[in-house]
């Protein structure tokens, strides 16, 4: 007998410990359980293809909003070429209407329902040894209806499936991120989230979390993501992982943690201060700072206890903050969202993401769409189209400034030019509108331009909104173009250094410049962080120096060196 476990993921850089866990957790019929992992951009006559000559008699989906459009294709075609195979379904995407996804696909044997490990294991003695018969088996949906349902599984028994495979490059999970779970459930109640219906939180215990992550550790992963949904939800649990982390930090794993930041506390705050630069990263969701929107969506936060912690960790300049804000969200119109924006973007995050509400199967905001007039895709991710707060086209529109915001702020490209722009607009919101607005007006959004030219369209923006600034935003390009890369070709945007040929010589000469160096020479103080020294023209022009040798690890910007006086 085989049964193979597949998933289908976003990108290949990414795995899915689902699948894992459960082959682990059923290890003493492993030699009978395959895994088969694409992404969503193979074709479906390849996965096809491959999973026909793997001939096994049960296969297994790992299901979710990226991949189930996907999958239930392969559902209509896989009993055409193996008839004899049974098909099972599994993961959030299928466990909160698993009877019509039973009715809709008639070629399904079977949907297992939430944590799914001891059911898998029931599973896989039914298939290898007879029993206990499929009714038996708490956690299904079969032909029949529910089986009852299955209780949490304790953490203190899952296997921890990475030791199972080393970090050569045939391991499956060689140059992808690892994922790594410490607990399950959400103390908190968000109504668009499916988390917020385990109201259980379950941790795995520390002495174990501790031996795993050395693993990590010893292996020099370059990066494990926690899939916890609110990591410091338990001070001491938090505490007592970042500590050890800081203990025995290897200098090169970063370790991605999902917080709620209204919730850290000065203990906390000292701890990650003293981390090394880029051993932890953290993701905020704020989602909207609108209080109306925040009662209404069962979201507990302190903004200005969130303002506060993010300005203490900003300080000290090793923690990469991503901030996150979901548009279509109850109470929240098109000039709410733009101040929730406006608010979360002066907390200078290293990125902000701007999502996109997803009305999720067996969420509160499930039940309660249709009476907030919200009108979504029939299809995966559920993505809202409009409510009656936000109209079709105020969401095209937002749809325009997340890609601006992608392209000029989180790629952390323009830093020094976009604290200069955002001065000459009433609010950054109002700066990235009339940028996205310039984009579709050139029909960039159509024909996507390259990194490079992305820096001479702003100079362009520039030069139709703000001609008078012309120069000082062509010196700021240029200093933003060094920091990230040398480049191999002058920009044509940059000034003219013919007159400086003779000095720029002689600092070359120098014994601290090396040959990766670049020389510039500014007129402004375009290396400052500060949008008003920045505008100070400088007493004579300024020779700059750009070190690629000791980049930034959190940003990757080159080194900036003040050279002397022209």
């Given at each position: 007998?085989k049964?193979l476990?597949?998933?289908?993921n ?7 410990p ?8 059923a ?24 999973l ?8 297994a ?27 099972w ?30 059911t ?68 908190y ?19 174990t ?8 550790l010893?292996?020099?992963v ?9 990591f ?14 800081l ?5 090169v ?5 999902e ?10 705050l ?7 630069p ?9 989602q ?38 979901i ?14 924006f ?8 290293s ?20 009476e ?22 105020k969401?095209?529109?937002?749809k ?5 915001v ?40 159509t024909n ?6 992305r ?13 008078e600034?012309?120069?000082?935003f062509?010196e ?11 480049c ?9 250094l ?6 720029l ?12 160096d670049?020389?510039?020479?500014f ?14 023209a ?9 070190s ?7 940003d ?7 050279v002397?006086?022209?």
């Amino acid at each position: 007998m085989k049964m193979l476990l597949t998933a289908v993921n976003a990108k290949y850089i990414h795995s899915n410990p689902a699948v894992y866990s459960l082959k682990a957790y059923a290890s003493q019929f492993g030699d009978q359980i395959g895994i088969a992992e694409y992404t969503i951009n193979n074709r479906t006559e390849a996965i096809l293809a491959d999973l026909y000559r793997q001939a096994p008699q049960a296969i297994a989906f790992s299901c979710y909003i990226w991949n189930f459009r996907q999958i239930r294709e392969l559902l209509t075609e896989l009993p055409k070429i193996l008839p004899g195979t049974e098909l099972w379904l599994g993961g959030p995407e299928v466990s909160y209407d698993a009877e019509q996804v039973m009715h809709e696909f008639p070629q399904l044997t079977g949907i297992m329902v939430g944590e799914g490990e001891e059911t898998f294991l029931e599973l896989m003695r039914h298939y290898c040894e007879g029993e206990p018969a499929l009714p038996e088996i708490r956690g299904l949906c079969l032909r029949g209806g529910m089986t009852g349902a299955r209780e949490l599984t304790n953490l203190d028994r899952i296997p921890f499936f990475y030791e199972c495979y080393d970090n050569s490059a045939t391991s499956p999970f060689a140059n992808r991120i690892i994922y790594y779970e410490s607990s399950r459930g959400c103390p908190y109640r968000c109504s668009y989230c499916l988390s917020s219906i385990d109201k259980t939180v379950r941790f795995r215990p520390i002495d174990t979390v501790k031996r795993e992550l050395s693993f990590f550790l010893e292996k020099k992963v370059p990066q494990v993501k926690f899939v916890d949904r609110t990591f410091n939800c338990n001070h001491t649990h938090a505490m007592e992982v970042w500590r050890y982390l800081l203990d025995h930090d290897n200098g090169v794993t970063n370790f991605h943690f999902e917080i709620a930041a209204d919730i850290i506390n000065e203990e906390e705050l000292n701890l990650l201060y003293a981390m090394r630069p880029g051993l932890v990263q953290l993701e905020i969701g704020v989602q909207s700072t609108n209080p109306e929107t925040l009662r209404e969506i069962r979201r507990t936060m302190d903004v200005d206890r969130l303002r506060y912690v993010v300005e203490r960790i900003r300080q000290g300049k090793n923690i990469h903050i991503h901030l996150d804000l979901i548009a279509g969200l109850p109470y929240e119109d098109y000039d709410s969202f733009g101040r929730s924006f406006d608010e979360v973007y002066t907390m200078r995050p290293s990125q902000l993401q701007l999502g996109f509400l997803k009305i999720l199967k067996g969420s509160y905001m499930y039940e309660k769409a249709k009476e907030y007039g919200i009108i979504y895709r029939s299809e995966p991710p559920y993505e809202v189209l409009y409510s009656r707060w936000l109209p079709y086209d105020k969401v095209l529109a937002l749809k325009r400034i997340e890609e601006v915001v992608e392209l000029y702020y989180n790629s952390g490209q323009f830093t020094h030019t976009l604290a200069v722009l955002e001065q000459e607009y009433d609010s950054p919101f109002r700066m990235f509108e009339c940028l996205a607005q310039y984009y579709e007006n050139k029909g960039y959004f159509t024909n996507s331009p390259s990194r490079a030219y992305r820096y001479e369209i702003l100079l362009q923006f520039v030069s139709e909104e703000r001609p008078e600034q012309t120069a000082l935003f062509r010196e700021l390009l240029t200093c933003d173009m060094y920091l990230r890369e040398k480049c191999k070709s002058r920009p044509s945007f940059a000034p003219e250094l013919s007159p400086y040929r003779q000095v720029l010589r002689q600092a070359e000469e120098r014994p601290d410049f090396h040959k990766t160096d670049h020389l510039e020479v500014f007129t402004y103080r375009v290396w400052e962080s500060d949008a008003e020294e920045i505008r100070r023209a400088c007493h004579k022009p300024t020779i700059v120096r750009f070190s690629y040798e000791n980049r930034s690890p959190l940003d990757h910007n080159a080194s900036l060196y003040i050279v002397g006086e022209v």
